[in-house]
């Protein structure tokens, strides 16, 4: 069985370019889960869906951060304009949403210049 | 304000030795706990959970101990193997209309030296 598919597994861009990344989670699942780590704070929850609907956002940082989930089996994690302080490995995650185990992608890793 | 807390940054075992880890949170409403570990260049993987209704939860090598009114969870892994060595993070979840949302510490790193 295939587990959560996240692209790209690294990124190198300029401050001020559009970041877009892709997460599919396993099929089945109805709950999906972006998340970022990094050195100070471990792993952050941002956004979270249910049935493709957006349920909790509070933890976007800000304005310049947006997530789609259009379908069941894809989700978006954008930033624009990206900044040097979004540089961090961003997590999606996936689960049944009675469940209390999430299945994590390997992640992708950001760096902004 | 983070609502798990793993105050060790990291831990340094003997192989064979027990490594215990440790968590502290501050929400009451949280009522499933959960260990997951990290290897470089991977995602979370998850290891052991325990229920609020319990106070121990035992899988092989590894244990998971809450004590509910100290709002505090260990997870116990004897005896440790090198392979052990990677990042655990403790993650609690409250169960909520839309299910379970899951808060993560900071993550300890756990290194086994053989």
């Known amino acids: 069985d295939a587990g959560v598919i996240q692209s790209p597994r690294h990124e190198v861009t300029e401050m001020g370019q559009e970041v877009t990344l892709r997460c599919k989670p396993i099929?089945?699942?109805?709950?999906l889960f972006w998340y970022r780590q990094t050195m100070m704070r471990g792993l952050e929850l941002l956004i979270y869906?249910?049935?493709?609907?957006?349920?909790?956002d509070s933890g976007m940082p800000e304005d310049r951060f947006s997530a789609k989930m259009p379908n069941a089996s894809f989700s978006t994690l954008k930033i624009q304009p990206s900044e040097p302080r979004d540089s961090a490995v961003y997590f999606c995650?996936?689960?049944?949403?009675?469940?209390?185990?999430?299945?994590f992608g390997e992640g992708s890793r950001l760096t902004v210049l | 304000d983070q609502q798990v807390k793993q105050n060790s940054p990291s831990l340094s075992v003997q192989e064979g030795r027990i490594s215990i880890l440790n968590c502290d949170y501050t929400?009451?409403?949280?009522?499933?706990f959960l260990w997951y570990k990290k290897y470089p260049a991977e995602g979370p993987t998850f290891l052991i959970s325990?229920?609020?209704?319990?106070d121990k939860n035992e899988d092989g090598r590894f244990t998971v101990f809450l004590n509910k009114s100290a709002k505090h969870l260990s997870l116990h892994i004897v005896p440790s193997q090198p392979g052990d060595s990677a990042v655990y993070f403790c993650?609690?979840?409250?169960?909520?209309?839309?299910?379970?949302?899951?808060?993560f510490g900071a993550g300890t790193i756990l290194r086994v030296k053989s």
């Open positions: 929400n009451s409403m949280f009522d499933y």
């Open positions: 869906f249910n049935n493709n609907v957006p349920i909790d």
């Open positions: 993650a609690a979840s409250a169960q909520g209309e839309y299910g379970n949302k899951l808060v």
């Open positions: 995650a996936s689960s049944l949403m009675a469940a209390g185990e999430l299945f």
């Open positions: 099929s089945g699942h109805n709950s």
């Open positions: 325990i229920s609020s209704i319990k």
